[in-house]
């Protein structure tokens, strides 16, 4: 199984990918979490994309499309995989198709997380990743007990560099001008599936597994 996850930041799309994930053995590919931990690890990429990130603005085609190459050629990627930040914006979702042609593979569904615009803000400064067990959090929607646990395994609860209200403000406005336009282009091939993202974490996911045929 093949999925394309698309919706606005803030919209659950890393939160969904990462409970198939679990429960599916189908590996989460998140460009973002990619390009985070180049840039943790001082690596050249890295260096070169940090200032474009904390812009919040889209780093270049082809580091992006280098990275995905290399992470969809990985055994883990040949039964499927979920696609989570990318592709951001027409010439990738192209280039996409191409890499998988190469491979004989392609999408099976892309599933838009269709959330309020207003409560994206809260979700995003609200987020926290745990640095134990990389679990993504919220201080405003988590369960008090979650908050806890992350403490409790040792780890703390992290903030992203990107996740500040001025960056918020440009990172929404990027996604509406550049990846927005992917809902169209899905919807043409006749893959698009939306999902009501707003409300409780457990109702989404349901909704979720439900869109790309799982029980
Ligand atoms: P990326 O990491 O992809 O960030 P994003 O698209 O901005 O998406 P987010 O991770 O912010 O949101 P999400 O939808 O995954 O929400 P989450 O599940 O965490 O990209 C970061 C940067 O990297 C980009 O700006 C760009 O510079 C670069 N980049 C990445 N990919 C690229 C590409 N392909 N091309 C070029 N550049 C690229 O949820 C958010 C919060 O809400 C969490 O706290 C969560 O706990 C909470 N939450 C989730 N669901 C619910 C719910 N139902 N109710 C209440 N709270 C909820």
Same mark, same amino acid.
């Given at each position: 199984?093949?999925?394309?996850?698309? #919706?606005?930041?803030?919209?659950?799309?890393?939160?969904? @990918?990462?409970?198939?994930?679990?429960?599916?053995?189908?590996?989460?590919?998140?460009?973002?979490? *990619?390009?985070?931990?180049?840039?943790?690890?001082?690596?050249?990429?890295?260096?070169?994309?940090?200032?474009?990130?904390?812009?919040?603005?889209?780093?270049?085609?082809? +580091?992006?499309? #280098?990275?995905?190459?290399?992470?969809?050629?990985?055994?883990? @990627?040949? &039964?499927?995989? +979920?696609?989570?930040?990318?592709?951001? !914006? *027409?010439?990738?979702?192209?280039?996409? !198709?191409?890499?998988? @042609?190469?491979?004989?593979?392609?999408?099976?569904?892309?599933? *838009?997380?269709?959330?309020?615009?207003?409560?994206?803000?809260?979700?995003?400064?609200?987020?926290?990743?745990?640095?134990?067990?990389?679990?993504?959090?919220?201080?405003?929607?988590?369960?008090?007990?979650?908050?806890?646990?992350?403490?409790?395994?040792?780890?703390?609860?992290?903030?992203?560099?990107?996740? !500040?209200?001025?960056? +918020?403000?440009? &990172? *929404?406005?990027?996604?509406? &001008?550049?990846?927005?336009?992917?809902?169209?282009?899905?919807?043409? &091939?006749?893959?698009?599936?939306?999902?009501?993202?707003? #409300?409780?974490?457990?109702?989404?996911?349901?909704?979720?597994?439900?869109?790309?045929?799982?029980?």
């Amino acid at each position: 199984m093949r999925i394309v996850m698309l #919706g606005a930041p803030g919209s659950g799309k890393g939160t969904q @990918a990462q409970r198939l994930q679990q429960d599916h053995q189908l590996p989460q590919v998140s460009t973002g979490d *990619l390009l985070r931990r180049a840039v943790a690890d001082k690596t050249p990429l890295g260096l070169k994309a940090k200032a474009t990130m904390d812009a919040g603005e889209l780093v270049s085609d082809e +580091i992006v499309l #280098g990275m995905i190459k290399e992470r969809l050629a990985k055994p883990d @990627a040949k &039964r499927g995989f +979920i696609l989570d930040g990318f592709p951001r !914006n *027409l010439a990738q979702a192209d280039s996409l !198709n191409a890499v998988l @042609a190469e491979l004989g593979q392609k999408i099976d569904t892309a599933v *838009l997380m269709d959330v309020d615009f207003e409560i994206l803000m809260k979700r995003l400064t609200g987020r926290r990743t745990c640095s134990k067990t990389g679990q993504v959090l919220n201080i405003y929607f988590s369960a008090p007990a979650e908050l806890e646990a992350c403490k409790k395994a040792g780890g703390e609860l992290v903030q992203r560099d990107d996740d !500040n209200e001025t960056t +918020i403000r440009n &990172r *929404l406005q990027v996604y509406e &001008r550049q990846t927005a336009p992917l809902i169209d282009y899905y919807q043409k &091939r006749s893959l698009l599936k939306t999902v009501e993202a707003t #409300g409780d974490v457990n109702d989404v996911y349901a909704r979720f597994k439900k869109a790309v045929g799982l029980k």
